[in-house]
């Protein structure tokens, strides 16, 4: 669906984000969104209110305890997963990490790992570490020419002893949205299961492990317009086939707290609910608490919506620029989010970045924790690229700034 962008709700949308009113141009927002005031309220309002522990008889811990069951519940909407679990933990690299070390007490010497060679190191090291148990470690190799990861690459490496496929839904250097129901079909038919890292997907567009029959898919809370967390869908199929790490007397079927050691943040649980505050906002909602998936969906559109524009103009000039080469695909639209990043054929990433940090502009250089993709692309990783990531709070103005910006440090 497509929703018009007026000059009005852009407004209605930064007014609910107290840090947009500051000088700061925001366009570093793969590595962490601003946060709504709701978000902030809701931690502030729970540290005063009921900052207990869980699970006790009295009145504030049963308080705090529906807190987190709600927020559990909530994530599970955003997901639209309600044939598993929400895991919460402290982030994406945290959570993947703990989920290899369950794998590495059910996988087998020979058992085989699949990991997509432009994702992020939160879904590669993690496997990468199984190799010392004996596990084989396979690559999916992107296609240096056009930055694609082809199914039919990864059909050369499926086997009968291929155990999991990780692959992120967007690599957050390239930016391109991957097919993940046909990914994980393939996988599925070689008999593995998927995880399926969904950290630059999330903020952009609505997520449905539903639809797409995936095993495992994690995000980042805080790269959501939430607290510094992180959360993982994962079916109850595939949570049956491991044991959670969680103390030895609490019961296996305990989910999902078997998964989520010391249990979880209560004040993010709290955030993590101001971000459905802000959902309702933008669905139009007018009954706190009263959203529902079409709703979700709805405020995702208006996301989308606002944000397609901005990427399809950052990526015109870029493109129209002799000495830049985009790294990921040289076009806007749905097929890709806002995250971009390029090269200069003589000047540094780093120079580059340094004059527009110097002009109140937030963009980043370096190879962004894929830095297996950037040695396949023969880059100093250090070095790596000019990513600007933008979301639908950032305005048609601040691109003009910023290519305003870029035309000086260009040259």
């Given at each position: 669906?497509?929703?018009e962008?007026?000059?009005?709700?852009?407004?209605?949308?930064?007014s609910?984000?107290?840090?947009?009113?500051g000088?700061?141009?925001?366009?570093?927002?793969?590595?962490?969104?601003?946060?709504?005031?709701?978000v902030?309220?809701?931690?502030?309002?729970?540290m005063?209110?009921?900052?207990?522990?869980?699970g006790a008889?009295?009145?504030?811990?049963?308080?705090a305890?529906?807190?987190?069951?709600e927020?559990?519940a909530?994530?599970?909407l955003?997901?639209?997963?309600?044939?598993?679990?929400?895991?919460?933990?402290?982030?994406?690299?945290?959570?993947?990490?703990?989920?290899?070390n369950?794998?590495?007490?059910?996988?087998s010497?020979?058992?085989?790992?699949?990991?997509?060679?432009i994702?992020?190191e939160?879904n590669?090291?993690?496997?990468?570490?199984?190799?010392?148990?004996?596990?084989?470690?396979?690559?999916?190799?992107?296609?240096?020419?056009?930055f694609?990861?082809?199914?039919?690459?990864?059909?050369?490496?499926?086997?009968?002893?291929t155990?999991?496929?990780?692959?992120?839904?967007?690599?957050n250097?390239?930016?391109?949205?991957?097919?993940?129901p046909?990914?994980?079909?393939l996988?599925?038919?070689?008999?593995?299961?998927?995880?399926?890292?969904?950290?630059?997907?999330?903020?952009?567009?609505?997520m449905?492990?539903?639809?797409?029959?995936?095993?495992?898919y994690?995000?980042?809370?805080?790269?959501?317009?939430?607290?510094?967390?992180?959360?993982m869908?994962?079916?109850?199929?595939?949570?049956?086939?491991?044991?959670?790490?969680?103390?030895?007397f609490i019961?296996?079927?305990e989910?999902?707290?078997?998964f989520?050691?010391?249990?979880?943040?209560?004040?993010g649980?709290?955030?993590?609910?101001?971000?459905?505050?802000?959902?309702?906002?933008?669905?139009g909602?007018?009954?706190?608490?009263?959203?529902?998936?079409?709703?979700?969906?709805?405020a995702?559109?208006?996301?989308t919506?606002?944000?397609?524009?901005?990427q399809?103009?950052?990526?015109?000039?870029?493109?129209?620029?002799?000495?830049?080469?985009?790294?990921?695909?040289?076009h806007?639209?749905?097929s890709?989010?806002?995250t971009v990043s390029?090269?200069?054929?003589?000047?540094?990433?780093?120079?580059?970045?340094?004059?527009?940090?110097g002009?109140?502009?937030?963009?980043?250089?370096?190879?962004?924790?894929?830095?297996?993709?950037?040695e396949?692309?023969?880059?100093?990783?250090?070095?790596?690229?000019?990513?600007?990531s933008?979301?639908?709070?950032?305005?048609?103005?601040?691109?003009?700034?910023?290519?305003?910006?870029?035309?000086?440090a260009?040259?």
């Amino acid at each position: 669906m497509t929703i018009e962008v007026t000059a009005e709700l852009r407004d209605r949308i930064r007014s609910a984000f107290p840090a947009l009113a500051g000088d700061t141009v925001f366009l570093e927002n793969a590595g962490g969104s601003q946060v709504p005031a709701a978000v902030a309220d809701r931690v502030r309002d729970y540290m005063v209110s009921s900052y207990v522990q869980l699970g006790a008889g009295y009145e504030l811990s049963q308080r705090a305890t529906d807190l987190v069951d709600e927020a559990h519940a909530f994530v599970k909407l955003l997901f639209n997963g309600s044939d598993g679990d929400a895991i919460l933990g402290p982030s994406t690299s945290a959570l993947l990490q703990m989920l290899s070390n369950s794998y590495s007490k059910v996988l087998s010497p020979g058992d085989e790992v699949v990991v997509a060679e432009i994702g992020h190191e939160a879904n590669i090291g993690p496997w990468k570490g199984l190799a010392d148990s004996g596990i084989e470690i396979r690559w999916w190799e992107m296609d240096p020419s056009d930055f694609s990861s082809p199914l039919g690459a990864l059909e050369g490496v499926l086997s009968d002893r291929t155990a999991l496929v990780a692959f992120p839904h967007v690599s957050n250097l390239l930016g391109e949205i991957l097919d993940v129901p046909a990914i994980t079909g393939l996988a599925h038919r070689a008999g593995a299961r998927v995880v399926v890292d969904g950290v630059a997907f999330a903020p952009h567009r609505v997520m449905d492990v539903a639809a797409w029959g995936v095993d495992y898919y994690a995000y980042s809370t805080y790269k959501v317009y939430g607290p510094h967390m992180a959360a993982m869908w994962a079916s109850r199929d595939a949570l049956a086939e491991l044991q959670g790490p969680n103390h030895f007397f609490i019961p296996d079927d305990e989910l999902p707290y078997k998964f989520e050691l010391g249990g979880v943040s209560h004040e993010g649980c709290a955030g993590i609910l101001g971000l459905r505050d802000y959902l309702e906002l933008l669905a139009g909602v007018g009954e706190p608490g009263a959203l529902d998936r079409s709703g979700v969906e709805h405020a995702f559109d208006v996301m989308t919506s606002c944000e397609l524009p901005l990427q399809a103009r950052l990526v015109e000039y870029l493109r129209s620029r002799p000495d830049v080469r985009i790294i990921g695909p040289a076009h806007g639209g749905p097929s890709r989010v806002g995250t971009v990043s390029f090269v200069h054929d003589t000047k540094s990433s780093r120079e580059i970045t340094e004059v527009v940090d110097g002009s109140g502009i937030a963009v980043r250089h370096g190879h962004m924790y894929a830095y297996h993709l950037c040695e396949a692309l023969g880059m100093d990783p250090e070095d790596g690229v000019v990513r600007v990531s933008l979301v639908h709070y950032n305005t048609p103005d601040e691109i003009e700034r910023l290519i305003g910006v870029f035309d000086r440090a260009l040259g």
